[in-house]
């Protein structure tokens, strides 16, 4: 299903994978594939821009199919072009033009604005692994707001729900609902009654066993603190 929202038009297509399309013709990726997820199984190549939010995010194959000839590719620092986390293969190299950000940082490209956010989780919090390590560091990772034609969406990367993102301004939000490694329905929710950005539409979830979530709860929770919440259902 496709989501229209202002000036965009929205399609969530498995895992952290979104595409965005402003009015102006503007394509926007985040997080492309993995294609033995069975995300993003097909090769639009209209991308004008991809956002890859860390290193098991990155996938070259999967950048190739949507990023067309001209496109830009922003990667975490973090991302080691080299390696790809979740295979021992070897990647070959990008042919695109590809920068490099850190959290907190801010760029013009062309039409679009681009800022990134922190993305990481908490040494305290619930989302570590058996000896009690954040499953996402802090600096290994970000989150993306994009504004297109207007609007201002807002992908926070596999993260905790932290107090850095409490100021942002959103208009459409697309937090991971999954839990495990990221936030889960419950801190999506309550993170999405803080930013009150004009409509959620939740991601990163049931496409692996790790990561189902109850998409309907979800809504329903979001619904009742006042918030605007749609489904891209998979």
């Keep these: 299903m496709t989501v229209h929202f202002g000036a965009l038009t929205v399609d969530w297509l498995g895992l952290a994978t979104v595409r965005l399309e402003g009015q102006t013709g503007t394509v926007i990726y ?18 004008d821009l991809v ?13 190739r199919r949507v990023a067309h000839e001209d496109a830009i590719v922003i990667v975490h620092d973090s991302v080691d072009a080299g390696v790809l986390e979740w295979t021992d293969e070897q990647p070959e190299a990008l042919p695109y033009e590809v920068e490099r950000v ?11 604005d681009l800022s990134t956010t922190p993305a990481y989780n908490e040494p305290a919090g619930p989302h570590t692994d058996e000896q009690g390590r954040p499953y996402h560091p802090e600096g290994e990772g970000c989150g993306f707001l994009v504004t297109v034609d207007g ?4 992908w ?12 942002l301004v959103v208009g459409l939000f ?9 936030m889960d329905r419950h801190e ?25 979530a109850d998409a309907e709860a979800f809504v329903v929770d979001v619904a009742s603190r006042g918030v605007p919440v749609v489904l891209d259902s998979k």
């Design 30 to 47: 985040t997080d492309p594939g993995p294609e033995h997820y069975g995300v993003l199984d097909s090769e639009p190549r209209d991308g």
């Design 51 to 63: 956002l890859i939010s860390h290193g098991d995010h990155y996938d070259p194959d999967s950048i």
């Design 102 to 112: 850190r959290a907190n940082e801010s760029f013009i490209l062309g039409p679009l």
């Design 151 to 154: 609007v201002t969406a807002f």
């Design 156 to 167: 926070p990367g596999d993260t905790d729900a932290l107090a850095a993102h409490d100021d």
């Design 174 to 182: 697309l937090p991971p609902i999954g839990g495990g490694t990221t």
């Design 188 to 212: 999506a929710a309550a993170l999405a009654e803080r930013l009150q950005p004009d409509l959620v539409l939740p991601v990163h979830y049931d496409t692996f066993d790790a990561i189902e």
